[in-house]
């Protein structure tokens, strides 16, 4: 090995940078030469090829030694004596300093210590100069919380500061789950939820209707897809796995006509009721997939009259709502603002050239949220970067009020949201965090089973160096923001808290790498988060994980992601329902797989055929294969457990079609698992074909887009909602509580309508 070689290898494991991988075959691959300096690059290390490789690695290994307390130490609460590490040039080491340790409660520790005196943990030699590093330790319990330590070196003339965390050992659970009830709810996305008076987009008032028949029907948990914001200027970019921002919201989810000052805008009013307009709503809500364009058109067109309705009358008044808004934009800060901001700049820009998406395409004085340019253009335009601060405020008051309506009914659990794994590269998150984030580079994911050809998320990373820098404080922020609200927040790719495969710029998933995270300080602040927030943490588990890191994410309280089609015996039959760990949440699939009845006619396969996903015919065929001995699989374990269904055999793989009956069977199959929670994907109740969402398809498939079949007023007297509710209630009622509150004739099978049902009313 050149020293060339070893420098780099160095750099690279210094920046978190894997040697290589294993892929879910078994076989391993290297990182190559080309794709380390590319992501060294990524990251913002100075380097052209892997000769410079020593000179960064020594302006690191500089840094690295500085005076100072790193920027964030994370200790959980047991873990005692709590320690962390003081750098100091030698000259100083026999010198008395002060340090306070600042408590979130405000209580004030202070004292004075020798650096000499301290536990050493290590020393170098830059030239003339020498540092040293001690041991800081501290034996007494600390509370959970965010702390601030300092050091005060009068010799030095320096302050250094170190935000400081400590953490409990796991994430909170519901006490009626961890005493051992088994729960289950819907799995929704909120988008594709049909109703007589929705706009053509499923919105929070169709929530809140889902709650209310659904909390009567035995459900004590409701799962939706990620709530981001995306992007108002481009409604065709739906994906809600690459947003905006993960801190805001979607204001499509918006019932505009439950807004309280729609009832007294006159002008809004008369917008909606003209013929046009009423025309092209029933359009919109008998269409099959969501279009997208013409739902932001209308509802933006008369959000914005209410909202100047809401600035010339509430405003000037003071009323109870404006104080209202004005509490939510103080609460919002700095943050709130540079959302607006951005969203008000890049509809300005996007107005004058179609072609710009995003701050990488904006003129160079505004890249910098912190710009002069940017506070002229607030000073400017408030009006216009209001309107986007109120658009959350509304969205937020009615999600709020869903969320509330979900504990007056009693729910263990209520709302479960999800937490995409990153964020678009050209939103407002990027923007606020630009420094933060590797915006060449790119999320993705080696070659597997399901993805022959591996995938490209085009999502930038944050770089891990960086993002400690940071003291974390977007990672905090944003895991604030999705657990508000929520009683159980989805991390989706939680394997991101340890490690995540970059791509280079322009590469294929076949040229990527895999980098390391602070894992045990992200963990730690997913604890305190879900404890303080008091929502239970369930982490997407899926795909190849790193060594020992189930065993890690149990001891911490998060719930694993188990599938029925992934859990398999050694003989590659399904899973027995007793296999199925406790900490878990089983479901039939996800977004990202075939529905039942997709699977169950491999429709999916044919699918990714037509579309050309296949690196080879040969692929295909196998995989054809592996779908027929599913299918007979799948009825071997139903007849095991004496699931299945009358008129059926382990014979009938030739069946024509997934049978209401077999979809019952399949979910009284999950139903027995001992999995805490169990999620029921609506798509697969009624028997849709079309999966929500085909990885690396591009703009091949409609993915997004696709509406439940049924609306949701009929959901009560639809006979396969019926009889799911009627066998659900039977095995995963969670409380005595929950089978008090069941609909009349839930027992039975037999379902009403909430009272209620139809348009809602959100007062805040």
Not at 191 to 214: C, H, M, P, Q
Not at 443 to 465: A, K, M, R, T
Not at 643 to 653: D, K
Not at 730 to 740: H, L, N
């Amino acid at each position: 090995m050149t020293g060339a070689d070893d420098a780099l290898d160095r750099l690279c494991e210094h920046a978190g940078i894997a040697s290589g991988y294993r892929d879910t075959w078994g076989r391993d691959h290297a990182t190559s030469n080309e794709t380390r300096v590319a992501l060294l690059q990524a990251m913002g290390v100075v380097i052209g090829e892997p000769a410079d490789a020593a000179a960064a690695l020594r302006e690191r290994e500089e840094r690295d030694w500085q005076p100072g307390l790193p920027p964030i130490c994370v200790r959980r609460r047991d873990e005692r004596p709590y320690q962390w590490e003081f750098c100091c040039d030698g000259r100083d080491a026999e010198r008395t300093m002060n340090w306070t340790l600042a408590l979130e409660t405000g209580e004030m520790l202070s004292g004075d210590m020798r650096p000499a005196e301290l536990r050493s943990s290590g020393h170098r030699e830059f030239g003339a100069a020498r540092r040293i590093k001690a041991l800081f330790q501290w034996p007494r319990p600390l509370p959970l919380g965010y702390h601030r330590f300092q050091i005060d070196s009068p010799a030095a003339g320096e302050a250094y500061r170190m935000a400081l965390i400590i953490a409990p050992a796991s994430c909170y659970i519901p006490p009626e789950l961890a005493r051992g009830a088994r729960a289950w709810g819907p799995a929704l996305q909120l988008y594709a939820l049909r109703s007589k008076r929705n706009w053509g987009v499923g919105d929070f008032t169709d929530l809140r209707d889902a709650i209310e028949f659904f909390a009567r029907s035995g459900s004590e948990v409701i799962g939706l897809n990620p709530l981001h914001a995306l992007f108002p200027h481009d409604p065709g970019h739906s994906s809600p796995y690459s947003p905006s921002s993960r801190g805001h919201l979607n204001p499509l989810y918006i019932d505009v006509e439950a807004i309280p000052e729609f009832g007294d805008c006159r002008a809004a009013r008369d917008q909606v009721a003209d013929r046009d307009f009423q025309s092209r709503l029933r359009t919109l809500r008998g269409a099959e997939l969501v279009d997208y364009p013409a739902v932001t058109r209308d509802k933006l067109g008369v959000l914005r009259v209410v909202y100047q309705a809401f600035r010339e009358r509430d405003m000037p008044a003071r009323s109870a709502r404006a104080a209202g808004f004005s509490r939510f934009v103080a609460d919002g800060g700095e943050p709130l603002l540079q959302f607006a901001l951005y969203h008000a700049l890049q509809e300005d820009f996007h107005s004058r050239d179609s072609n710009v998406r995003g701050w990488p395409a904006w003129p160079e004085p505004y890249r910098n949220p912190g710009s002069p340019a940017v506070r002229a253009y607030l000073d400017a335009h408030r009006e216009r970067v209001e309107f986007h601060a109120w658009l959350q405020w509304v969205a937020d008051d009615q999600l709020s009020a869903c969320a509330q309506r979900s504990r007056e009914l009693g729910l263990t659990v209520g709302l479960y949201r999800d937490l995409a794994v990153s964020i678009d590269r050209a939103g407002a998150e990027s923007w606020a965090w630009r420094d933060l984030h590797a915006t060449s580079a790119s999320v993705g994911s080696p070659p597997d089973e399901f993805n022959l050809y591996g995938q490209n998320w085009d999502l930038p990373p944050l770089i891990p160096e960086r993002l400690a820098g940071s003291a974390y404080a977007p990672y905090i922020a944003t895991l604030r923001a999705n657990m508000k609200h929520a009683g159980a927040l989805r991390v989706d790719h939680v394997m991101a808290l340890k490690r995540l495969f970059w791509l280079p710029p322009g590469a294929t998933p076949e040229q990527g790498a895999y980098v390391r995270y602070p894992f045990h300080d992200l963990l730690g602040i997913l604890a305190l988060e879900s404890q303080r927030n008091r929502c239970m943490v369930i982490g997407e588990d899926l795909g190849t994980l790193p060594e020992g890191f189930f065993g890690e994410l149990q001891a911490a309280g998060v719930h694993s992601y188990r599938l029925l089609m992934f859990e398999k015996e050694a003989d590659g039959g399904f899973a027995r329902p007793a296999a199925y760990p406790e900490q878990a949440v089983a479901a039939t699939g996800t977004h990202d797989l075939p529905t039942l009845t997709g699977f169950w006619l491999g429709h999916d396969l044919d699918v990714r055929a037509r579309l050309h996903l296949y690196p080879s015919d040969g692929q295909r065929a196998r995989q054809v294969v592996d779908r027929a001995r599913e299918r007979t699989g799948l009825l071997v374990a139903l007849e095991r457990e004496g699931l299945l269904p009358p008129g059926m055999s382990t014979r009938t793989v030739a069946e024509p079609r997934m049978t209401a009956d077999l979809v019952l069977a399949v979910h009284a199959y999950l139903a027995r698992s001992r999995a805490r929670l169990m999620m029921v994907q609506m798509e697969d109740v009624f028997g849709q074909l079309e999966q929500v969402n085909l990885p690396a398809s591009g703009g091949q498939y409609a993915n997004w887009q696709r509406r439940l079949s049924l609306n949701l007023e009929a959901w009560a007297d639809d006979d396969r909602i019926q009889a799911l509710v009627k066998l659900l209630c039977g095995m995963r009622c969670a409380s005595a509580q929950t089978r008090e509150k069941l609909l009349p004739g839930a027992r039975s099978g037999r379902l009403r309508a909430p009272k209620g049902s139809g348009k809602g009313n959100f007062s805040g």
